[in-house]
């Protein structure tokens, strides 16, 4: 996956715009952006959609259910898990034990609905709370379902106090900088994709452009979108280039004709593991990028 786009799951017209926009994943929303009085009606057009959606796109198919703290939780899984959504994704996530709840959960639904066991993922949003940036690297382990880590900024300034994530740059103060880093960091340690965080000024295309570049230089291997204008950049930025195909492809193809050699020479420049780890990588995004 490369991009992942939100629709309010209460919007029927949305969802069914979001279909035409080519992210690769859609993420259902019956939390944020859907009021408490309007929930059971969006677990409803939540559902519908997914089971009407699923011949009409290549798209992975995600739900945002409501925070386990909020009580709403098994609410949204008894009603969407009808309809089979490929994941579930977990806002508020304070730590592995809260995947690992979510995971029992699923099964549970899985075998009520004919679903095979293990088949929902589950994506985390980890830097929500003070304690989930605190409990970063407790995911690794935590369940076979997890599909990737990613972190949000804005509720996390809600929780602290913080006036403002960023600095008038664009470029996020040292706290924020922390819970991205921590990210980074968390699903390295747990083998999974890091997911960057959405940007909130979706007409500035230049300005998000940037932040894509950077998120990839760092090692973001995806990115969440609020709008569907976002998704071609995402799609864009995250693919790598031909130009960085081919210079992974030599790296690859040079140690594999060095046998078991820890360091090779290509171009008079020297070469080690860690840089046919990182060719291997960029192959490997190339590679789930041609087949989107």
């Keep these: 996956m ?3 786009l939100f629709v309010p799951g209460v919007s029927q017209r949305k969802l069914e715009k979001a279909i035409g926009s080519q992210s690769d994943v859609l993420i ?5 952006s859907v009021s408490l009085d309007s929930k059971a009606e969006a677990r409803r057009i939540t559902a519908a959609f997914l089971q009407s959606a699923r011949s009409r796109t290549n798209a992975q198919l995600y739900v945002r259910v409501n925070d386990l703290a909020t009580g709403l ?5 008894a009603v969407v898990m009808r309809a089979r959504p490929d994941g579930i994704m977990l806002p508020k996530a304070e730590g592995g034990n809260d995947v690992a709840r979510l995971a029992a959960a699923l099964r549970v639904h899985e075998a009520e609905n004919g679903i095979e066991d293990g088949r929902t993922r589950i994506l985390p949003i980890i830097t929500e709370t003070a304690l989930g940036v605190l409990n970063a690297a407790s995911y690794r382990g935590s369940s076979d379902r ?14 602290i106090g913080a006036l403002a994530a960023r600095h008038e740059d664009g ?3 040292p706290l924020f900088q922390l819970a991205r880093n921590m990210t980074l960091l968390a699903a390295a340690a747990a083998g999974v994709p890091a997911i960057d965080t959405v940007f909130p000024n979706f007409s500035d295309t230049e300005a998000f452009t940037r932040d894509c570049q950077l998120a990839v230089r760092d090692g ?7 709008h569907p204008a976002q998704v071609e950049t995402i799609n864009t930025v995250f693919t790598p280039s031909d130009e960085e195909v081919e210079k992974a492809r030599s790296v690859v193809e040079a140690f594999s004709a060095a ?3 820890g360091v090779v020479n290509i171009g008079g420049r ?3 593991r860690p840089h046919l780890a990182l060719a291997e990588r960029v192959l490997a995004r190339a590679a789930e990028a041609s087949s989107v």
């Design 171 to 173: 470029s996020y103060t």
């Design 73 to 77: 939780t098994e609410d949204d899984l």
């Design 28 to 32: 259902a929303d019956l939390e944020d």
């Design 146 to 159: 997890l599909a990737g880590l990613t972190w949000g900024a804005e509720d996390l300034s809600a929780h």
């Design 259 to 261: 046998g078991n050699a």
């Design 2 to 4: 490369r991009s992942l």
């Design 270 to 272: 020297m070469y080690d």
């Design 220 to 226: 973001f291997v995806a990115r969440m979108a609020i």
